[in-house]
Nanobody, 124 residues
Framework: QVQLVEFGGGLVQAGGSLRLSCAAS????????MGWFRQAPGKEREFVSA????????RYADSVKGRFIISRDNAQNTVYLQMDSLKPEDTAVYYC?????????????????WGHGTQVTVSS
């Protein structure tokens, strides 16, 4: 069982930056692929980024490619999402998730464990 807690959300102006953290407990994160998803009001939860345990396989949604960077520190049991050049359309609740699968997946159903989310609001 993995417990995930996200930190770092907040209110930022367009063009600004935020760094989200996801701290895990209950199990070592090195056993899991980690992902970030987001959900805007009235919309489906969507994939943002994913990283494997060794950080050799990293994926991004097209909407954030070139602006967001995912990373992980297995020793600290923490995953990060650096978000730069933020846009109002990035406004959403951001969720950290863990998948025990050995393959990359952007599907939320392939992630077994979820945090409660952290709100990111980007003002224009």
């Amino acid at each position: 069982q993995v417990q995930l807690v996200e930190f770092g959300g907040g209110l930022v102006q367009a063009g600004g930056s935020l760094r989200l953290s996801c701290a895990a407990s209950g199990s070592t994160l090195s056993n899991y692929r980690m992902g970030w998803f987001r959900q805007a009001p009235g919309k489906e939860r969507e994939f943002v980024s994913a990283i494997n345990w060794s950080a050799t396989s990293i994926r991004y949604a097209d909407s954030v490619k070139g602006r967001f960077i995912i990373s992980r520190d297995n020793a600290q049991n923490t995953v990060y999402l650096q978000m730069d050049s933020l846009k109002p359309e990035d406004t959403a609740v951001y969720y950290c998730a863990a998948s025990p699968r050995t393959y990359y997946s952007p599907r939320k159903d392939d992630y077994n464990y979820w945090g409660h989310g952290t709100q990111v609001t980007v003002s224009s």
